[in-house]
């Protein structure tokens, strides 16, 4: 087998714990809740949300949490840019939005509804997209 330290690259950081489970506040399982597959296709979008740079992940994030609306399912955080082609002080988050309904497939008009929405949502906050 080969030496321990020719398995990382020279200049990682490694770090080693022990986590006692024991010790850890909070249920040792999650109470799961079942949620019925979708029948009907969902779809989803992809927003790049222009912030100061000064802006933390954890606030934008908050901020975003506030959002709801009926066809919104979830969203997940893709990407963070900081580079060329965005306006001075400004970093740009990519938010993906998963839309759907559980009792028929999306149309046309619930779409641009909730993208109308989202867009107000994000002017309140002082936010706009890239």
Known sequence: T???LDVYERGTLIVWFELT??????LAYPDTKYVNIPVYPGSW???SILADSTTVYADLAETLNNFSHPV????????????KGLPEGKSSYTFRFWL?????TLNGEDLTGFRSEFLMFLEKHGLSLR
Request: charged fraction near 30%; aromatic fraction near 18%; hydrophobic fraction near 40%.
């Open 2 to 4: 080969k030496p321990f």
């Open 100 to 104: 759907g309904l559980q009792e028929r």
């Open 21 to 26: 489970v024991d010790a850890v506040a909070g």
């Open 45 to 47: 979008m992809d927003f």
């Open 72 to 83: 919104l399912k979830k969203h997940k955080f893709l990407y963070l840019y900081n580079g």
